[in-house]
């Protein structure tokens, strides 16, 4: 009887949602049960207000990844979800192919050295390898055609500004999974080093 | 027009209070004295024939000046065709008003509700069982009652009944201005109401979570709270809520009750935190308990409207007071929205003429009706009882 049941429902949506939705429908929820809200005034405690936020996080981090999501869709609907096949299909009418599953660990599998830093071919041998276009990390992202270019190629100057590419770095990791952590360190290491050059060398 | 406007049922008490047919005996029909004051002359009928339907008409023609073309197509739709008409037999339908906090607008809604359902063809009777006080004749712009020293010796005087000139509508209210929360004469004017063979009863219950207001909240076809967006209303909100829900679960002398109550008071560190909670340890002792209680929680299925909102998070809270209800004590809670707020809901009362009579063409009365039409179709299917 205790309140939610899955995942699905702890996030108010359809099994058939799509990752746009499930972005709205948390940034919707963890507005509206913020523990200092007016929904939540008279109803709920402090630390159990703080309990359901974590919740709708872990649902938002578990559906938000591919990969996760469908082991939990298996686990949810042994036999397919009306809404999932839907949803499957119209995956599956998009123009570009659909992409290869990617493999535990993609840098193993394009025979990346272990210790080599992680950078823009990384990701576009990482992309390439497990057949993603880059349309469909741009579509999933939203992040736009020209920056993920731009992110692949190393093109540093024509990238947005480094708050920005954090996040950018760490949202194409979780897609492609690779270690976010290690791509954003490696790649602004990199970037870092690129800017102090720059200045060096103009410092006005 | 007319014709579809004329009262749909036969057993209308005359408006000259001359043939009080099904009202119990004792119990006083009057009409009001013709408003002496300027909110008179809408309100005032003209001289009054013998059937009501003239007078209506009239009403209505005056009424509809700014509104005909919305009106127009929908009332004969819906004269006849609700489901309480096609003899379910269970009596007068009932909408009730509760909770929230003073002030938040719950009267100036059962006013003007009632107004609609009555303009829509309904005979209609609204009670003021507010027990801070009677002020629903202010918000239909009729007279107070002043209690004279001997009326407030009479604690057996029956409620009083009034019709609101050239309406289908009757305002019932006990005599006492003054009066307690367990105060037997509210009780009577219930009774007086559900007795008086009207389609739809509209229930003022207050804000107090007094035994009448949630009995009778929980009893009714549908049962509104009305709250603000602010923080103190929202406590007063669930904390009207909570109390509805365990009188529902615990108060009974039934088996589920008793069982409860008694699990309730062996819990001495008090672990049981909600209904969820409560369900879970009944089952292991008590199954068949843990059942009752599961289904009571389920069909609990109050009404949540925000008044005066001010911006689209306002009008969204209703949706999110009820995903929290949903979440935390797993009831079937209803969203019915926001009203904006509106000046003309001040306006109309400081002229003691009833809003949708005085602003027909202003968001706030569209609003109502929106909102009545919403009720209606509430309360036309049985399952929605709260």
Redesign the interface.
């Known amino acids: 009887m205790s309140a939610p049941i899955n995942l699905y429902e702890e996030l108010e949506l359809d099994p058939g949602a799509t990752e746009e939705d499930i972005r709205r429908a948390f940034k919707r929820l963890s507005r509206r049960f913020d523990p200092g809200g007016l929904v939540m005034y008279g109803l709920y405690r402090t630390p159990e207000a703080l309990r359901l936020l974590a919740r709708l996080k872990e649902a938002y981090n578990t559906l938000m990844d591919p990969e996760q999501r469908r082991r939990y869709d298996r686990s949810l609907f042994p036999k397919g979800h009306p809404s999932l096949r839907r949803a499957d299909e119209r995956v599956a009418s998009r123009p570009p192919p659909a992409p290869r599953e990617l493999p535990r660990d993609p840098l193993e599998a394009i025979g990346w050295p272990e210790d080599a830093r992680l950078g823009g071919p990384t990701l576009t041998k990482v992309r390439s390898m497990a057949g993603i276009p880059l349309e469909e990390i741009a579509e999933r992202t939203k992040i736009s055609m020209f920056t993920l270019r731009c992110l692949e190629s190393e093109d540093y100057g024509d990238l947005p500004a480094k708050v920005y590419l954090r996040g950018f770095l760490k949202q194409i990791a979780r897609m492609l999974r690779l270690d976010p952590e290690r791509l954003v360190r490696d790649y602004l290491h990199e970037y870092d080093a690129w800017v102090a050059e720059k200045a060096r060398r103009k410092p006005w | 027009m007319a014709e579809d406007q004329k009262p749909p049922r036969a057993d209308v008490v005359d408006p000259d209070g001359q043939a009080p047919a099904e009202v119990d005996d004792g119990v006083v029909i009057e009409t009001v004295d013709e408003p002496a004051d300027e909110a008179g002359e809408l309100l005032t009928p003209p001289p009054m024939p013998e059937d009501e339907a003239p007078v209506q008409a009239e009403l209505t023609v005056e009424v509809a000046g700014e509104e005909d073309e919305l009106d127009e197509p929908e009332i004969p739709s819906l004269v006849g065709q609700l489901p309480w008409q096609e003899g379910d037999g269970g009596g007068p339908v009932e909408i009730a008003f509760a909770g929230g906090k003073g002030g938040a607008g719950r009267s100036t809604l059962v006013a003007n509700v009632g107004l609609f359902l009555s303009r829509l063809g309904r005979d209609v009777v609204l009670a003021d069982l507010d027990p801070a006080g009677q002020n629903l004749h202010t918000f239909l712009g009729m007279d107070p009652i002043l209690p004279t020293p001997g009326m407030r010796m009479r604690s057996a005087l029956p409620p009083r009944v009034d019709r609101m000139p050239g309406m289908n509508l009757r305002l019932c209210r006990p005599h006492h201005a003054l009066m307690g929360a367990d105060d037997p004469l509210r009780q009577q004017a219930l009774d007086v109401a559900r007795a008086s063979g009207a389609d739809v009863i509209v229930l003022d219950l207050g804000v107090q979570p007094d035994p009448l207001a949630l009995d009778t909240f929980l009893e009714a076809d549908c049962g509104v709270v009305v709250t603000l967006?602010?923080?103190a209303a929202?406590?007063?909100?669930?904390?009207f809520l909570r109390a509805a829900l365990y009188r529902r679960l615990l108060d009974g002398d039934d088996e589920p009750a008793v069982v409860s109550r008694a699990l309730l008071t062996a819990d001495h560190v008090g672990q049981l935190d909600?209904p969820?909670?409560l369900?879970?340890a009944l089952a292991g002792v008590h199954p068949n308990a843990a059942q009752a209680i599961?289904a009571r929680v389920l069909a609990f299925a109050p009404k949540i409207l925000v008044n005066r909102c001010g911006n689209r998070a306002d009008r969204?809270?209703a949706a999110?007071?009820c995903?929290?209800?949903?979440?935390?004590w797993?009831i079937n809670a209803e969203a019915l929205g926001g009203i904006d707020a509106d000046d003309t809901a001040l306006e109309s009362l400081r002229r003691r003429r009833p809003l949708v009579v005085e602003y027909p063409g202003s968001a706030l009365a569209r609003d109502i009706e929106r909102l009545t039409r919403r009720l209606m179709a509430l309360v036309g299917t049985r399952e929605v009882r709260p």
């Open positions: 967006p602010e923080p929202m406590e007063r909100t669930y904390a909600t969820a909670e369900i879970d599961r969204d809270l999110g007071i995903s929290a209800l949903r979440r935390r797993n």
